[in-house]
Every structure is written in C-alpha cells, then in structure tokens.
C-alpha cells in the first residue's frame, strides 16, 4: 500500500535541490517511506543536507558506498534513475511529500486495522485496552505523532529567547488564567502538559475549584472539557448558571427561584452559550477519557483544560487487589496524556483524614489519598482548606486557602481567597 512513484519522484527532487530537502523535511519522516531501500537514501540525503553537504547523486552514491549501504540503496544507477525520473513539470517537493506522508498514514490506519481483528479474537485482552490502543494508532496517523522529536537546543534557543522578549513585553500571556489572579502570579497560570491536581477533603470545594479552572480558560474563548464521575449534566448546569447569573446554589437546586432569578439564569444563559467548555458524565475510565479527548482535539484543533472530578472515582480496567496501585496507574496516564495533546490535566483528588487529627487541621502533601505517586506525577499539587468548614464561627468565615503545596517549576505558598460558595466559586480575596 503505497506510491512507490511518488517515492522515488521524491528522492531524485532531493537529489536536485537543497531547497526541496528543507520543504519535505517539515512534513516526513524516514519511518513513512514503504520501501526500506528509498528510507536508506533519504537518512542519507537528509543528514548530508544537515551538515551542508551537497546532495547531489554522485556525492550520496560515494557517502552511501563509504558508510557500505549502497546496495540496501539499489545501487548506483538506482540513484541517478531517481533523478531521471523527476518530470520536466513536476510539482513542488512538498507536493509529493504529503502524497508519500499520504500513504503512510493509510498503513498505520490498515496495521491498526489488523490489530483490531486479530485483538478481537483474544477474549484476554480487556475491550477498553483493546479500544484505546486503536484509537491511539488513528491518532497518530492523524497527527503525526510518531515521526522523532528529537531537537538539538542550538535549534531552540532563539525561539525561545524570542517567546521570553514576547512575554516581558506582554505581547503573551505567560499561561492559561486560573481565575484567580493571586493564584496566576503565584503559579504563571496553567501551561501545557501539565497534571494539575487539586485536592481537599469532602466538601472544601475541590469540584467547585476545578469548574471554575474550566469555566476561566473557556471564557477566554480556549476549548476546555469537563469529566465528572460524581456530578450530573445538570448538576453541573445549576453551578455554572449559579456562579455566572450569581444565584444562590440552593434556590437553584430546591426550586424556589423567583422571576428575578430566572431572569438573571437567562443572562447567564446567553453568556455560558458562547463558550467552548463541554462536559461529558458518562467516561468512567482513563482510556475513555483519553479517547474522548483525542477525539475533540482532532474535531476542534486545540484542547486547553481537562478536568477530571475526581481521580478517586475512576475505575481500573485491570484487576488489582490494590488500590494505591490502580491510582498510581491513573495518575500516570492521565500526565502522559496531558504530554501526549499538550493541554493541562486538572485531576481533583481527595485527601485522606490524617489532618483531622492535627490541631489546626490544615492539609498536607502527605494526606494525598491512595497513593503516593500523585505528589510525584503532578507538577502542581493545590491543597484546599477553609477553616470555616471545622469552626463555623471562626474569624476566617468565607475565606479558603489555596495551599501550592508543589509546584515543579516555581515556588510554593499559600493563596487566600474568597469562597463565596453559595455561588459555587472561589474568587480573589477581598472580592
């Protein structure tokens, strides 16, 4: 399955001009030529081009002798039909770039095709695994994920020099608002390939938190996506309309609203109705996640928050008889798929009860339920605790603290913050 044509079109275009090296090079990869013998002179090409060598046949037929890989190659004559076979009006090196990249895609499709069949068959294999390992391959296909990442820093130290400049001068931002601004100066917002994880006790507000994350980066107009294991659509529906039309939550939820509160839910209405967050109550797994996930970015083209609320409640498609173990596994999926479309994972978690036993009751990293590789996976580990939630009459009513108990790239500190809960938000202190 492939245009072996094209292929050797190709080859003798590189063979011909520096230039249309540069231009195929931005688009292929050795691993998407069919034939092993057009992959040989094309490492060949490339790395001679790389080192400003000329590409001319005569010069790759005596490095392809020299390095003894000219008859893997086809020969000497091989290489000078290559060249003879460029039409007069050829197109561009690009052109036939795409249609070499073109084919390869259709034999990842057609391999991982074969894999779906002959996995089908194997009752051992579990569907979600055997599912989720498809989608990956079509993914890859798609995207291009398994051409090499490998970059030398003498290529990307000027980019980012430039990205720097750009930021001091604000013509960027330095990540995706959390929406808290004491927060962002603290952390420099969410960026991408992180694993975010926010974690408190039941009822401090971990799901409250993690919508709002989401609802902050989709009201800046970056697509963001809600996976809830606890929480309804709906439920989820009567935050949102509660914090943006700013109702109380429980006459939203007990159905003793007012004309006056249904007229501010309909302007909440009109302005939720133009983000891009999405939410999805069905995914139970990672993989499902992972598989919805790939999806939108493919549909949508980019992918800035996932949420997940909450890590605990996900479940495993291996049998374990530990639970640490099954987290730990989640905990590392989720990074690497975090890696994997470069969007920033939001993974809520619950903390165990060993800081009520304390006096002052405050979190720590320690308390991190079910397994200890969360604090390693995560570049960001946010502990929640209000003191209002212990002592009612306490002085620090409606406040929380934001504990940035790890922050991989930064420093760690405590945030204070409103908690105007009624509303399902936290907001920036003395709001």
């Known amino acids: 399955m492939a245009d072996e044509d094209a292929e050797r079109v190709l080859l003798g275009m590189l063979m011909s ?6 231009e195929a090079t931005d688009i292929l990869s050795g691993q998407d030529f069919y034939l092993p013998k057009h992959a040989v002179i094309w490492s060949t090409v490339v790395a ?29 004559l091989y290489l000078f039909r290559c060249v003879e076979d460029v039409p007069t009006a050829a197109g561009t090196a690009s052109y036939y770039a795409r249609v070499v990249r073109d084919w390869s895609k259709r034999r990842i499709v057609a391999e991982s095709g074969m894999r ?7 009752l051992q294999i579990p569907v979600d695994a055997l599912v989720d390992s498809a989608q990956r391959d079509i993914h890859q296909a798609v995207v291009g994920m398994e051409q090499p ?60 938190a993690g919508l709002g994350f989401a609802r902050s980066a989709a009201r800046r107009g970056i697509p963001a ?6 929480m309804s659509k709906r439920e989820l529906m009567h935050r949102l309309i509660s914090d943006v039309g700013e109702i109380n939550l429980y006459r939203i939820t007990s159905g003793t609203l007012d004309q006056h509160d249904i007229t501010r839910a309909r302007g909440a209405r009109d302005r939720i109705a133009g983000w891009p967050l999405h939410i999805d109550d069905q995914a139970r797994t990672v993989a499902q996640i992972r598989s919805t996930a790939r999806r939108f970015r493919q549909k949508h ?16 498609t291996t049998k374990s008889d530990r639970r640490d173990l099954e987290v730990a596994q989640f905990s590392k999926e989720l990074k690497a798929l975090a890696k994997e479309l470069q969007t920033t994972v939001i993974a809520a978690c619950q903390l165990n009860r060993k800081n009520e036993d304390r006096g002052d009751k405050r979190p720590q990293l320690s308390d991190l339920r079910d397994s200890g590789s969360l604090e390693q996976d995560a570049d960001i580990v946010i502990l929640l605790h209000r003191d209002d939630y212990y002592e009612k009459e306490c002085p620090r ?33 003395g709001y």
Not at 59 to 76: H, Q
Not at 116 to 122: F, L
């Open 17 to 22: 001009s520096s230039k249309a090296v540069d």
């Open 48 to 76: 001679m081009w790389a080192d400003n060598q000329p590409t001319e046949p005569g010069a790759v037929r005596r490095v392809l002798e020299e390095a003894g890989e000219l008859a893997r190659a086809g020969g000497d």
């Open 116 to 122: 779906i069949v002959q996995g089908s068959k194997n």
């Open 149 to 208: 990442n490998v970059s030398a820093v003498a290529d990307l130290i000027d980019d980012e020099l430039d990205h720097l400049q750009a930021l001091v001068n604000g013509e960027v931002p330095r990540g995706i608002s959390t929406g808290l601004g004491a927060l962002d100066e603290l952390i420099g917002g969410w960026q991408p390939g992180q694993l975010v994880i926010p974690a408190g006790r039941p009822g401090m507000g971990k799901s409250v």
């Open 225 to 230: 996506l809600v996976f809830s294991l606890e």
């Open 301 to 316: 083209g980019a992918l800035g928050v996932i949420f997940v609320d909450y890590l605990q409640l996900l479940t495993s």
């Open 397 to 429: 009513a409606g406040e929380a603290d934001f504990i940035v108990a790890k922050h991989r790239n930064g420093p760690t500190d405590t945030v204070q913050v409103g908690a105007p809960l009624h509303y399902s938000r936290f907001v920036d202190y």
